[in-house]
């Protein structure tokens, strides 16, 4: 009889035994396989039926191989582990690209838009590098950057306007009210505003309000941006930022728009890729993924 003809047992069967075999309990190995320890005993008592072989000795507290059972138990670990190697070469490596970006833009524009990238990309893996300084694209193994600034930012990168910076002022409806642009410049005494590392609040009082201080306004500091965004939709005080960060908490109406006036900033945002990249292909396909974005 050649060993195609050879009827095998089940392969569930083979998979619990092997599994108990390793950790020698019914049910640590039930937890490994995602099923009942009642199941895996009888696959494996139906295993021995059918090989006409006992392959453990049921002891009070654990489980210990027979001779058959430890010389099996070896083979079907090898077979699984050739099974595993042929199905690997099968499936194609996915394309791991790195996309270094500052917390504040990860957290509020990148993260909620990366289920929509993935589903119309599924072969390539996107891994998120956030740091407020520009990565070194060598060291740090990045393949696309998102920064704030003025280019040039290095020699061999290519640097592509995504946002030019306008700066607005937000708070929650509960604060602010539910109408965009309900508050006049000589109301911004009465609340609390939430600074940034950026500092932007002197300088939006001064060019978008026509004001040059605001002495009774109590100020709070954090040293990113997301964090003053997020206290600003908790209803504790007013935010500046880049329209384009806060554009879906408008859209969903956790902030609304607190002045009429807004202010050209100086600093925008770049897709920044080296002019010879490592994986061209992918990278070409986040760049244009995220350049559709632009609102310039």
Same mark, same amino acid.
């Given at each position: ?9 089940? !392969? ?6 092997? $599994? ?15 099923? *009942? ?12 039926? %059918?090989?006409?072989?006992? !392959? ?11 001779d058959h059972g430890r ?7 090898? @077979? ?17 690209? *790195?996309?270094?970006?500052? #917390?504040?833009? @990860?957290?509020?524009?990148?993260? #909620? ?9 599924? %072969? ?18 990045? /393949?696309?950057? $998102? ?6 930012? =290095?020699? =061999?990168?290519?640097? %592509? ?12 409806? +509960? !604060?602010? &009210? /539910?109408?965009?642009?309900? !508050?006049? #410049? /000589? ?11 950026? %500092? ?7 060019? @978008?309000?026509?004001?040059?201080? +605001? ?19 908790? =209803?504790?005080?007013?935010a500046v930022a880049s ?5 879906? /908490?408008? @859209? ?12 050209? &900033? ?16 992918? *990278? ?10 632009? *609102?310039?």
């Amino acid at each position: 009889m050649s060993r195609h003809s050879v009827r095998l047992p089940p !392969l569930n069967a083979l998979r619990a035994f092997e $599994v108990s075999a390793r950790h020698l309990n019914f049910g640590v190995a039930a937890e490994e396989l995602g099923v *009942t320890q009642g199941a895996v005993a009888q696959h494996v008592r139906g295993l021995e039926a %059918d090989l006409g072989i006992k !392959l453990f000795d049921r002891l009070p507290r654990t489980l210990a191989l027979t001779d058959h059972g430890r010389r099996y138990a070896g083979q079907l670990r090898r @077979a699984f582990e050739l099974i595993a190697e042929a199905t690997t070469t099968l499936r194609p490596e996915p394309l791991r690209l *790195t996309i270094s970006a500052t #917390p504040t833009f @990860a957290a509020k524009w990148l993260i #909620p838009r990366l289920p929509t990238f993935s589903a119309g990309h599924p %072969d390539i893996e996107l891994r998120i590098f956030a740091n407020e300084s520009l990565s070194n694209f060598q060291n740090d193994g990045v /393949d696309v950057a $998102v920064r704030q600034g003025r280019p040039p930012f =290095g020699p =061999g990168l290519i640097a %592509d306007l995504l946002f030019e910076q306008e700066i607005v002022s937000v708070g929650s409806p +509960a !604060l602010v &009210g /539910d109408k965009a642009c309900a !508050l006049s #410049p /000589d109301e911004i005494g009465h609340f609390t505003l939430l600074d940034d590392s950026h %500092d932007m609040w002197p300088e939006f009082l001064d060019r @978008a309000l026509g004001c040059s201080a +605001a002495p009774a306004a109590k100020h709070v500091r954090f040293n990113q941006t997301s964090l003053a965004i997020d206290m600003a939709i908790a =209803g504790q005080g007013l935010a500046v930022a880049s329209r384009f960060l806060i554009e879906q /908490d408008i @859209a969903e109406k956790r902030l609304v728009q607190a002045f009429e006036s807004t202010m050209r &900033g100086r600093l925008d945002t770049y897709v920044v890729t080296l002019r010879k990249p490592r994986q061209p292909k992918p *990278t070409e396909i986040v760049k244009r993924w995220l350049l559709a974005h632009r *609102t310039v």
